[in-house]
Structure formats: C-alpha cells, structure tokens
C-alpha cells in the first residue's frame, strides 16, 4: 500500500479545510425551473418549480415557529398563504408589457448541498402569445446578508433550454420565445459564474481543493501502474 508525500498530503487537507469554510459561508442561491406550453388558444402557460433557501426564507417570515431549528413539512403547510404573499410578488413575468397570472401549487422540502430547501410548484397564465417574454426575480435581493445572491434559471422553450442570472444590480431577464438564441443566455449564465467564483477567497479556496484532489489522482494512477 503507498501512502501520499507528507507535502502533498498536508496541503491536500489544507485545501479541503479552506473549502469547507467557504461552504459554511457560500451565498444560498435560489434557482426557478420553467417550460413554456403553447395552448394553440392565443396564450402560453409556464409550469416550473421554484427552490429557494429555508434558511433565508426563515429570517424574512420566521416559519421555525417550534424553535427546534429546523422547519417541518408541518409547519410549511400552517404557513403555506404567508409563503405564497410573501414570494409570489417576487416573481413578476410579463408578455408584451401584459402581466402574466402565476400561482403556487404546492412544495415539498428538498435536501440540497447548501440545506433544505423549499421547492414551490408553479403555474403562470400569459394571455397572449408573446414574441418575447420578461421576468423579473426579486427574491432575497432586499437581505443585508444576501449581497452576492444569484438566481439561476432555466427555461425550456420548444426545443432550446435558455439560461438566466439574476443579481442585484440587474433582476431582470428577458427572453425571446418566438425565436430563442441558446447562446446568448448560455454566454450569460457563464459570464455571471466567472463573475460570482471571483467575488469572494472562499470560492477560489473550493477551486484550488478540487484542482489538488485532481492532481493527487492522476498522480497517484500513474505511481500505480
């Protein structure tokens, strides 16, 4: 059995110690799913999902009302019309100028690398069938702990999946439906990622313990054969 040089091996726990901290200090995202449906009568419906933080969204409405640090399914449900005045009013989708109607339908807790998350179902009524479309994500942007928040879209429409970034000087995207251009918001999506990775030395700290891990594999295959 080898074992990894004492160097490589102290700076291997190093990097992943670095990185474990960034992730007690990462910025929770929310992230909003939607697919376009064309009804063939004059109007479109959006059906998605919509998944933000239960960590953030407890320091605006206080939903841990058992104090036990943790929110239950139980407690969303006695809570579901304060959740739904709260986050609908941040989503704001129009089409041609026209606003579209959304509504929740329901979530459930998922588990995600960040905490549990609240993920809300979503149907919005558009009542026409517009060339382009505009969203606006006001979600967590007014928190004084939430500075380098992001919300990261994906939306499906015919057969093309756009991508959208929603930060804090800019929360708005617009998107064109009748003709959508992939690239563009791919290219977006990538420039506002490069962006968020060198805002802070705890991201680069997360990179810089993924490229060592990659290092020490493949030097420790080729040791190997």
């Not at 960040?114 to 009542?127: A, D, F, H």
């Not at 939306?155 to 959508?180: H, R």
Request: proline share 3%; aromatic share 8%.
């Amino acid at each position: 059995m080898k074992c990894l040089p004492p160097l490589l091996f102290a700076s291997l726990c190093s990097a992943f110690l670095c990185s474990s901290v960034a992730f007690a200090h990462a910025t929770q995202n929310s992230f909003l799913q939607l697919n376009l449906e064309r009804t063939g009568n004059s109007h479109i419906v959006l059906n998605g999902t919509w998944e933000m933080s239960l960590k953030d969204l407890n320091i605006v409405l206080k939903l841990d009302t058992d104090k036990d640090a943790s929110i239950s399914v139980k407690e969303l449900a006695a809570q579901r019309s304060k959740i739904s005045a709260y986050l609908l009013p941040k989503l704001d989708i129009k089409a041609h100028g026209d606003e579209c109607v959304t509504r929740e339908l329901g979530g459930s807790i998922k588990q995600n690398v960040e905490g549990p998350y609240l993920s809300l179902r979503l149907e919005t009524i558009c009542m026409t069938d517009p060339k382009s479309l505009k969203l606006m994500d006001k979600l967590f942007f007014d928190l004084d702990n939430n500075q380098n928040h992001r919300g990261l879209m994906s939306f499906a429409v015919d057969d093309q999946v756009l991508t959208g970034v929603f930060i804090t000087s800019d929360q708005t995207e617009t998107f064109q439906v009748a003709a959508p251009n992939f690239w563009a918001s791919f290219l977006t999506f990538v420039r506002e990622g490069i962006t968020h990775i060198w805002q802070g030395i705890d991201h680069l700290l997360f990179l810089l313990a993924l490229a060592t891990f990659n290092v020490v594999q493949l030097s420790w295959r080729l040791s190997s054969r």
